[in-house]
Nanobody, 113 residues
Framework: VQLVESGGGLVQPGGSLRLSCAGS????????MSWYRQAPGKERELVAT????????VYADSMKGRFTISRDNAKNTLYLQMNSLKPEDTAVYYC???????WGQGTQVTVSS
């Protein structure tokens, strides 16, 4: 079982990044998926969740209108499009498979000028 995040990096405030999470070793299409993030010295927090069929999405209030979660079940891949990034978005971002309780290893996002 693997969840592998990619797409993180250093971006200036106001910039954009697209994170990806590739799943393997389990039935990706049967699981709701979430993105979480953890900033230094803070607890891990939910960013967004998407149902297995993409019929519904939920966002944390601070991400609404800036972040978009999506998935491609044919590619076993989850995405997070992040726009209008702020320094407070700096964190390690993790994907999570709700049905199975699987976590990825995380990808670092740093928003700084």
């Amino acid at each position: 079982v693997q969840l592998v995040e990619s797409g993180g990096g250093l971006v200036q405030p106001g910039g954009s990044l697209r994170l990806s999470c590739a799943g393997s070793g389990f039935t990706f299409s049967r699981s709701g998926m979430s993105w979480y993030r953890q900033a230094p010295g803070k607890e891990r927090e939910l960013v967004a969740t998407i149902t297995s069929t993409s019929s519904g999405t939920v966002y944390a209030d601070s991400m609404k209108g800036r972040f978009t979660i999506s998935r491609d079940n044919a590619k076993n891949t989850l995405y997070l499009q992040m726009n209008s990034l702020k320094p407070e978005d700096t964190a390690v971002y993790y994907c999570y498979a709700l049905r199975y309780g699987y976590w990825g290893q995380g990808t670092q996002v740093t928003v700084s000028s």
